[in-house]
Each structure stands twice: as C-alpha cells, then as structure tokens.
Nanobody
C-alpha cells in the first residue's frame, strides 16, 4: 500500500491562492486513486477533490468546483491541489488520501463514501477575511 504525506498549507487572505501537495511512497508501483478531503473544527470530514491514477479523470465537490484544480505527476509521485479564489469557508485541515484501484472512472458520491486505505497527517489551510 501507498503512504501519503501532505505539505504546503498556510495562511492566505481571502481571494488569494495556495497549492497544497501530497507525496506518495511505499506503493507507487501500484495504481491508485487519490483524493483530498478537509475537516473544519467541529465539522465532519468533507470530500474536496479526487483524481484517477492516470490523471485523466478528476472530480470535485460543488463547493470548490471552478476554484480548485487537482493534478498529479506520477513521475514524481506527487499530487497537488491548486486552490484559487479562496474563501474563509475553505479554512480546514486538508488531508490527502489514497486507495489501490485500477479503476479510472468514479462518481463523486462513491468517492466521498469510499473507505480510503491510506491517509496523510493533514496540513492546515487558513483563509483570513
């Protein structure tokens, strides 16, 4: 199985941009789907975005669609989440998740409910108003 770790969080003003990264290791010879989740204080973990192993298919929660962009670089074993037009509501701990899967096509509903096998420690993103 793959292990993942996030980085790149920080403090950003509303309307600004930030890119968080997820480094994968330990199982990178396998195909897997990767995703970003986030959790704000007092709230449940929320699906944000996901990307298929090849990177050809991406999925977004309605709350971030059009503002966030997920991407990956398999040669570097990296996944990224580019966050633009940030809002205070985006403030949360952002988690990287991965799960072995040869499947390239998913649904947002299935991804949000999926039990991902690997999780990162989280990186804090704070958006000031």
């Amino acid at each position: 199985q793959v292990q993942v770790v996030e980085s790149g969080g920080g403090l950003v003003q509303a309307g600004g941009s930030l890119r968080v990264s997820c480094a994968a290791s330990g199982g990178t010879s396998e195909r897997y789907v990767m995703a970003w989740f986030r959790q704000a204080p007092g709230k449940e973990r929320e699906f944000v975005a996901a990307i298929s192993w090849s990177g050809s298919s991406t999925y977004y929660a309605d709350s971030v669609k059009g503002r966030f962009a997920i991407s990956k670089d398999n040669a570097k074993n990296m996944m990224y989440l580019q966050m633009n037009s940030l809002k205070p509501e985006d403030t949360a701990v952002y988690y990287c998740a991965a799960d072995r899967s040869p499947t390239e096509y998913f649904t947002v509903i299935a991804l949000a409910r999926r039990k991902f096998a690997s999780w990162g420690q989280g990186t804090q993103v704070t958006v000031s108003s």
